[in-house]
């Protein structure tokens, strides 16, 4: 068995052409892993303080896990990172697919861009070495239209493309990044960095074995894990994630109408079930991996209101939520339509639903006119206004224009009244779960390293009953969901730790792997004599890097705050007039900071957490006022010195 | 498999002889594990703070843990806690033999004892029952005399007997207790906290076979770890922990005349080798295990200066250090008659020897007289002399009774000139291993729950090269011996939460279990889906209580020093002149503070980590000085209370 890990990771400079190669030690990929753990790596050492996301200065780093590409189920995951366009802070994204593993075989861990091409290109990626491409030829044309051009100009239907698409080329803030063009880097504008440096896509090929240190214990445990997905995964085959629609509607967690409702009377006509019955045509799959939980809708030409094109798959849970139930919107035809173009486009549906959602609310609240809207009803329910307003946004027309900004830029723009209406932490909008249902989710939400995001954060239903799974994170007791005691913020810390690390090392959560068959997994790839101590440590080391770097772009406490609409009622349903306290959503805050070694008030890591984690250099980068204002482990300033300045300037984007 | 371990704690009430049982459910042993974690528990939640270590409100605690007991190699070991009478804080030493799965065998897994009887008895534990019975015949009688004689009055030879011995009886504040007379549980005066009880002995034995969630794993397990044992283990098989004499000698890190020097010019006299090619006439072992590192000397009557009796075993490497190279001894019988007293009359040879080299130096300074020492030549390298101090400690005779209470207090009454020569910290004599050699191992003196300790604590050494073994715990780097950064302090934390994780589980440090073979034993034994990460969990945890319970009694940072001998050039070899920078030993402190979650400057454990711990109640155990002076996640006290009081009374027992 051969032991370590060693890859390479490729250097883009789209601005001088230059095309340089780096190869870090085992110890490097030991303490990152890949993915998330080695974004925050890049970003936060190679990236200067208050760069715009959308200027030259911004990296746009594709990473690999050292678990990507392993011939296992779940292995077909990377990551995308960047500093963030939409929240102005770390962000990252993750997908699964083909993309990732064919990176991997055209011999690359990462890939790390930086600077501007003079004109669109693509960057060409395969057996080693990298070519920039011209791509003046694909702006402007939808991803299956690019993919399949690409394929052809290079001669090979076995390339795999990530690309932005046109919604990316506007630099929508939520422009997404897709690969096989169903597969989505969805969360944090990753799209809009890479359009913003006229890389319109980059195409990988390559046929490098995957190399485990332990091949036979890979392969008995992919066996294994096919029997058991043969046997138990039934269920998630059969709707994959759309399954929540119904569950969460039926807890009266599904968000409705702008997250006014949490129950929508719509919900049966667009649930998973429905979906199965109705519009689905096939279940696809990432790399590897028998479970299936990709749909695949169809609506041919002619037989529905709107034609839905297969090519780009079929929504998840949550897209039906987004650009349904949120939007009031209960037409199954529409939703998926919708679902196509944010895949033509290439834009994060979540964002997209929520954008339109605050926009139809504000409507109705008549902060926006038929003026505004260019003629359009844009009432909760009317989908075809809603259909017609991912077209906008994509291509950045009229209203959408302004919506392409974000909800947190827009609600700035449409004044006072319209700031209620935008659901967003740190400007980044709420995915499609309920904060006043799952109460621990929703101070994850707010302490999150990208804004909003539900990749890295608790279950709250999980530890309810089923606390099997979660014992070897020392998590021995169950908690009710609108828990946020103590043991929910300490359950929250322990299972995002542990997030962030599934998130580094491409690996999908939706595998039945238990954490310790991901500890042996590790093992059998890397050879490494690893453990779930290690592994939880790289990923709050993820976790720590991705914060200093937060704080070094201006992230106060204050603005980890969830937006005051939680704290009121919900409108509807079996959990009807239900609140987040504000009190204790602020406490379970400063609760998790402490747990992480973070200032209870500021959220500035220590130097001592920094230094536990080996990682002692990123409190250089921790900007002088926070230093001394923030830490539990300050020493007093010298004499004469005393406090002064402000530190880096807040990060305005 | 079966899931999940339930055991049986009996609690015994001296004062009023009643008996019962306990039965904590699965979840509380998931948590304690036993041993140190089970002990930190009981104490912090049972005892009353300020209480007199030596009066009856102390908890006299006998605690197997998890693994004791298993079929495997390693698994012989038991912990034994209380109150300490020598540093006034929280107390427990561990020990191997056959008492501890014995104890299980009998029906309990742990014994908690207070009150204290009225004439002496001993405690018969047997087949789930037990039974307080009159001792008035075993007091004044040595260890191996008592244990027969409750051997035969009991009728079963197959009894195993822990005792505290006639030092025990007088209360030296280092009295020790032993099991099978040859194995100790060595520190922090476990034996005066049992002789003040008036608790000779307990003795056990059962028929209840130890039943193991999967007892094929374990079969396997202990099948391949034999095979490593004969393979590998010859070294330590044929020297036990008695040839590390040489190896620090050779590198000038061993302990010589009350630490004033590092390299011992009679080392080759009293070393493992001299001892194995003269005294030793048998290799023991503890239950379960085919490494037999204990070692039996025996010096026939008339044959020698001194008659050694094998029925005491032999000197393991800390008694050939302490009661030869400390004292100035190369004269091996003098040190194993020395080492045949300590264990007959119970005392731990460690706190003997540093006392009687502290005499001997102040012997030398003319601190102490020969009216002092009755007429006894008591300079360093008098062989005679140190066996007979050995005598007089044990019963506290002349300068003996003095001795008896330690170094740090016998100093106190010598004077100002003395106190640079005890050689303690928190008032606990310091074990045989060099800080001016092993840096980190120092600071660990410093910030152990008990006051000096080398069995949680790092091995510098270890770091140096060999890494491999610690890489489960993120440790991926090698270090110095001589390194007080933040990278060595991290290794220091790391290790040392393992650390209380096996002296918690009951297994043995000196069997090649690795990291991820430790967590496969538990599964194996316990039926728990457990790993790495929730047992380093479980060792924090035992260190926070334990810390809780020290600052409770008083405890403040600065008592977290080293005595400051180490801070000046050590006498002699190769690295003669070598310092600990007591800049960098605070520094490194601090460090250890901080990264354990405890306020850097007063080390209390601040509520985040006690509630990240799952161990939120203790906090009510802070006292509210120390809660409002330390806390780095403190809150300002309500308006018009303010400061006040200086919380629990400074623990002077």
């Known amino acids: 068995m051969s032991n370590g890990y060693c890859g390479r990771i490729l250097r883009i400079d789209l601005t001088s052409g230059r095309i340089s190669v780096e190869t870090p030690d085992d110890a490097f990929y030991r303490a990152a892993l890949g993915g998330r753990g080695l974004i925050a790596h890049y970003l936060l050492k190679d990236l200067a303080p208050g760069i715009d996301p959308l200027g030259p200065d911004n990296e746009f780093i594709l990473a690999t896990g050292v678990l990507t590409g392993a011939p296992v189920a779940g292995s077909g995951r990377s990551s995308i990172g960047a500093k963030s366009p939409l929240s102005g802070g770390y962000g990252d994204a993750e997908a699964g697919g083909y993309f990732g593993p064919e990176l991997k075989r055209a011999g690359f861990d990462a890939v790390v861009i930086r600077g501007r091409a003079e004109r669109p290109v693509y960057l060409w990626v395969h057996d080693g070495s990298a070519e920039i491409r ?31 698409g046109p919604a990316g080329e506007k630099k929508v803030r939520f422009a997404c990044v897709s690969n096989d063009v169903t597969h989505f880097y969805g969360r944090g504008g990753m799209g809009a960095v890479m359009g913003s440096k006229n890389l319109r896509a980059v195409a990988a090929r390559g046929g490098a074995a995957y190399e485990p240190a332990d091949p036979e214990r890979l392969k008995e445990m992919a066996r294994a894990m096919s029997r058991q997905i043969a046997e138990n995964e039934r269920g998630f085959t059969d709707l994959g994630t759309t399954g929540i629609v119904a ?19 719509g919900a049966a006509k667009i649930d998973g079930t429905t979906l199965r019955d109705t519009l689905l045509v096939g279940r696809e799959t990432c790399y590897a991996c028998a479970v299936r939980c ?14 839905v094109d297969p090519h780009y798959g079929g929504p998840e849970y949550e897209t039906l939520a987004a650009l349904g139930s949120l939007c009031g919107v209960d037409d199954l035809e529409a939703v998926c339509k919708a679902n196509e173009l944010c895949a033509a486009y290439v834009l994060d549906t ?74 967003h932490v740190r400007r980044q909008e709420i995915p499609m779960h309920e904060p006043r249902l799952k109460m621990g989710l929703g101070v994850g939400y707010t302490v999150s390293p990208t804004g909003a995001d539900h990749c890295h954060n608790i279950h709250d239903t999980m530890f309810v009953k089923r606390v099997d799974a979660v014992k070897p994170l020392g998590i021995l007791e169950t908690m009710p969901v ?12 322990r299972f995002t730790d542990l997030r962030h690390t599934i998130n580094s090392l491409g690996l999908c959560q939706f595998v039945g792997w238990d954490y310790n ?12 004599n690893t453990s779930l101590l290690e592994l939880s440590l790289a990923g709050e080391r993820a976790a720590n890097l991705a914060r200093v770097f937060n704080v070094r772009e201006g992230l106060r406490a204050e603005d980890d705050r969830l937006p005051k609409r939680f704290f009121e009622g919900l409108g509807n349903g079996p959990i009807a007039g239900t609140k987040v306290n504000p009190r204790l959503a602020e406490e379970g805050k400063g609760e998790y900071y402490a747990m992480m070694g973070w200032d209870r008030t500021s959220g500035v890591p220590s130097r001592a957490k920094l230094a536990e984690l080996g990682i002692e250099w990123a409190a250089a980068h921790l900007p002088r006022e926070a230093a001394e204002r923030g830490h539990p482990d300050r020493r007093p300033a010298p004499a004469g010195k005393g406090r002064r300045g402000t530190g880096a300037p807040r990060g305005k984007p």
């Open 134 to 164: 011209d791509a003046s030829h694909l702006w402007g044309r939808k991803a299956h239209d690019v993919q399949e051009a690409i394929r052809a100009e290079l001669g090979d239907r076995g390339i795999r493309v990530a690309q932005c």
């Open 247 to 265: 569950s969460l509607n039926a807890a009266g967690g599904l968000p409705t109408r702008n997250f006014r409702d949490g129950s929508f009377e």
């Open 294 to 307: 990709k749909r695949v809708v169809e609506v041919k030409e002619g037989r529905g209101r709107y034609a």
């Open 350 to 423: 979540i964002s997209t639903g929520v954008a339109i959602a605050f926009a139809m609310e504000s409507y109705e609240k008549g902060l926006l006119t038929k003026e505004d809207t260019d003629g359009l009803d844009l009432r909760f329910g009317n989908a075809e206004a809603m259909v017609e307003m991912v077209e906008r946004i994509a291509n950045r027309r009229g209203l959408g224009d302004l919506l392409a900004e974000g909800v947190a830029r827009a609600a700035e723009e449409l004044g006072p009244r319209a700031r209620p209406l935008a659901m």
């Open 482 to 493: 609108d828990d946020l005691s103590p043991r929910k913020i300490r359950a929250l810390k």
């Open 517 to 528: 068959q991901q500890v042996e997994l590790v093992r059998a790839a890397t050879g490494w």
